[in-house]
């Protein structure tokens, strides 16, 4: 832990919203309590403070600043924002708001409902890669060169299905030693988006040769907190910006209807980087939660049904970018008990419903695009996916589909 000097007082302060955080899996919460002892400083670019306090971390953002996460006697929050009120360099204090994962029960077990594209064996069951165009979309595309970063509870690295497209075994901000999976949640967003292809092995993923980074930002017990989730989308944004690659970064979850500062500058500074964010719009049939209202930065994503309309639980206004399957989402869990397999799913396979699984499924797509594609920036890639989408509910761009639901052949021409 180092110790940073910090000068007494400080301009006006940013208090980070309240209200109660939602996870991006149906009937999931994140409880949005403050961790005891922590607190956000956002302070100028080039900053120099001289008295001081103890830093644990700090996250540089370049021109937007730095966030420093402060040690402080529990609640004394209020007597810091005090402290540096008088502080030109200081442009805000907040709480590191504590976020922690709550999964609802499993869902009964799913009819075959499409013609097997490949010998996985519960391809069948994937009735959305077909609704999307992901099928028809393979022969010009698998998403091979494109990395697609998971920011969620991790990855397990050797699951059979996941294995050959694991780029690194990753970070946690959680405490862990990389990546690994302790969940069970980030999992089935990572095969989501890449499990592999015609390997014999339970199901396909929208892109199956993408690269899959894990960036573990909720911990076993599925908690983690705001300054780790901004420090998640910032190491997902340099590690593939450091190796060429094109890069999606995927938040399968989501929090207050407000925007707060630290989310905001950590979507400015991945964009800055070349990455595209997508992000779950959340599942109180509700507004659109953070990081996806930042529409700046992140392209919000609706979750829709078999009907092609809007499932029941999914988020909508007019931050929405697009939508894309969100229920009986049938792919890769932990190979190992984990905290899910308590609440009836499965190990190795298992269909959840949320916005959390529709996210993957346009980050899948965008890689796709990318892939083929390769000379596209991050604006031009969510441009296209939007262009290509198909129109759904009140004509043109509307609060619950945003430009429609995501189409893969589409968006690659074809």
């Known amino acids: 832990m180092a110790l940073l000097a910090l000068s007494l007082g400080g301009c006006g302060v940013s208090g980070s919203p309240g209200g109660t955080l939602r996870s991006a899996a149906e009937g999931a919460t994140f409880d949005a309590q ?41 609640g004394q929050i209020g007597a810091l924002s005090q402290a540096l009120s008088g502080n030109p360099d200081v442009l805000g204090v907040s709480p590191n708001k504590r976020v922690k994962l709550v999964v609802p029960a499993a869902q009964p077990g799913l009819p075959e409902r499409v013609v097997p594209a490949s ?63 302790l969940f ?68 399968s979850l989501g929090g207050p209807a407000a925007a707060d500062p630290i989310s905001t500058a950590a979507g400015w500074y991945a964009t800055r980087k070349g990455a595209l964010l997508v992000a779950a719009t959340g599942n109180d049939n509700g507004p659109v939660g953070t990081p996806a209202r930042i529409t700046k930065y992140f392209m919000a ?47 190795n396979y298992a269909s959840l419903r949320g916005t959390s699984m529709a996210t993957p499924v346009v980050a899948g797509v965008a890689a796709l695009l990318w892939a083929k594609n390769p000379q596209l920036t991050n604006v031009q890639v969510r441009e296209k996916l939007e ?24 968006a690659l021409g074809l």
């Open 34 to 74: 403050a961790v005891p002892g922590e607190a956000i400083v956002h302070v100028k670019a080039g900053a120099r403070l001289t008295a001081p306090y103890s830093v644990a971390e700090t996250l540089d953002f370049g021109e937007d600043g730095k966030f420093m996460l402060v040690k402080t006697a529990p």
């Open 184 to 251: 069970g949640h980030g999992t089935h967003v990572a095969g989501t988006v890449a499990a592999a292809f015609n390997n014999g092995q339970g199901v396909a993923g929208v892109a199956p040769e993408a690269a899959l980074l894990p960036v573990t930002v909720l911990g076993a017990d599925g908690s983690g907190s705001l300054f780790g989730i901004a420090g998640g989308i910032k190491f997902a944004a340099d590690w593939g910006a450091e190796r060429k690659f094109k890069t999606v970064i995927n938040l």
């Open 301 to 347: 994503v609706s979750a829709t049904n078999q009907s092609d309309t809007k499932a029941s639980f999914s988020n909508f206004g007019p931050e929405v970018a697009i939508g894309a399957p969100g229920v009986d989402i049938m792919n890769t869990t932990p190979t190992y008990k984990v905290p899910l397999n308590d609440h009836g799913y499965a190990l």
């Open 387 to 410: 262009k290509t989408a198909k129109d759904l509910g009140t004509p043109g761009k509307d609060v619950q589909f945003g430009n429609g639901l995501v189409q893969a052949a589409a």
């Open 119 to 181: 010998n996985d064996p519960l391809y069948g069951q994937q009735w959305y890669l077909p609704r999307v165009g992901a099928d028809k979309a393979w022969g010009a595309s698998k998403g091979k060169g494109v990395l697609a970063a998971i920011v969620d509870t991790g990855i397990d690295y050797d699951h059979p299905d996941l294995k050959a497209n694991i780029a690194d075994k990753g970070k946690s901000f959680v405490g862990g030693k990389d990546g690994k999976d």
